[in-house]
C-alpha cells in the first residue's frame, strides 16, 4: 500500500511538473483563469441563491401542512367533561393536523415566480459578464506577453551585432588598423544595448508576473506561453462595426442584464397591484383531544376564507409607486447600456483602423531605416563614416524595429476586441 501511494505521489507530481513547463497556449490561459477567479465564484454563489429563490416562489402554490400538540394540567376547582365544576385535579391533551391553500391572491405568486426568474436571469448574465471580461483580460495580457518576447529577442539580436562588431573591431586596433577611441565609442554602445536587453527582460517577466496573477498561479518563474507561428498569416478581419453592434445587442451580456433587470421591476410592479385584490383562502382542520385520560371525539373542520383590502394608509398605492419609478430607472438604464456599447464598438472600429496604418507606416519606417542602416554600415566598412553615424542608424533600426512589433500586437488586439464585443 505503501508503495503504491509513492507511486501515485510521483506521477502527481510528475504531471504538475510537466504541466508547469510546458508553454500555456491561449486556450488554457483562459479556462485556467475562468476557473481560478474569485469573482466568478462569487457570481455562481450569487446565481445559486438567485436559483434558491426561484424555486421557493414555486414552491409558494403548494398548500401547507402543520400540527401542533398541547399539554395542560389543572389543580383545584375546575370544569369537567360533562360542563359541571368540581374540586379535583384534571389533565387534558389535544391534538391538531391543519391545511391551508391560497385560492387567489391577485396573482402575486404569479408574477412573483415571473420575477424571481427573471432575477435568475440577471445573475446567469452577470456571471457571463465577468467571464467575457476576464476572456478579454487575459487576452490582453497574453498579447502583451508576446509582444515583450519579440522587443527581447530584437534587443538581443542587436545586441550580438554589435557585440560581433566589437571583436572585429578588436583585431582591427590590434593590427595597428584602426584608432583604439573608435572601439570604446562600440563599446559604449554595446553596453546601453545590454541595458535595453536587461530592460526588455524586466518587462517580459512583469508581464508574465500579471498572467499569473490574473491565473491565480503561485509561481511564474516557470511560466511561459506559446508563440502562435501564424498570428499574422491568419487573415484578421476588419468587421463592420454596425453588424458588430447588431450582433452584441443579441449576445453581450450586459444588454442581457440590462433586460432582464427592466423584466424584474415590471414584475415587481404587478406584485404591488396585487394588493388591490381580495385573498381566498381554503383551510382543513383535524383535531382530537384527552380529558383525563378519557377521549374526546375527533373533529373536522374546513372552510374558506376571504381578506378584503379596504385602507392600509395608501402604503399599497405608494409601493406600486416605487416599483413604477424603478421600471423607468431600469428602461433608462436599458438605453445607457445599449448607448455604452455602441461608443465602445465604434471606438474599438476606429482603433483598430488607426492601428492598422500605424502598423503600414511602422513597416515603411522599418524598410527605409534597414536601407539607411545597410548603406551606413558600408560607408563604416569603407572608412567614410563614424562609428557614431553607425550607430545612430543602427539605434535608429532598433526603434523602427521594435515600433513595427509594438503596432502589429496593437493591431491584433484591436481586432480581437471587435471579434469579442460580438
Known sequence: MRTKIFLITGALLLTLLTTAQNPWTLQQCVDTALANNRNIKQKVLSKKTSEIAYQQARLNLLPDLNASANQSWTFGRSQIQDGTYQNINSSSSSFNISSGLTLFDGLKMKYDIDARMADLKVS???????????ILNVSTIYLQVLLNKELLQVSEDQLKLTQLKVEQQKLLVEAGK??????????????KEESNRIQADNNLKLSLLDLAQILDLNDFEKLDIVVPADLMNQELQLLDPQTVYKDALLHRAEIKSSEYQLSSSEKNVMIAKSAYFPTLDFGVNVGSGYYNSVSTPLSTNLGFSIRIPIFNKFETKNRVKTAQINVESNKLNVENTKLELRKTVEQAYYNAIAAKAKWEAANKSEIANKEAYRFAN?????????????????????????????????????????????
Open 124 to 134: 446567469e448574465a452577470e456571471l457571463e459578464k465577468i467571464k467575457q471580461d476576464i
Open 178 to 191: 584602426m584608432a583604439e577611441g573608435e572601439m570604446y565609442e562600440l563599446i559604449a554602445q554595446q553596453s
Open 378 to 422: 558600408q560607408k563604416y566598412e569603407g572608412g567614410r563614416a563614424t562609428v557614431y553615424e553607425l550607430n545612430q542608424a543602427k539605434n535608429n533600426l532598433t526603434q523602427a524595429e521594435s515600433q513595427v512589433i509594438q503596432a502589429k500586437y496593437e493591431y491584433v488586439f484591436r481586432i480581437k476586441i471587435l471579434e469579442l464585443l460580438k
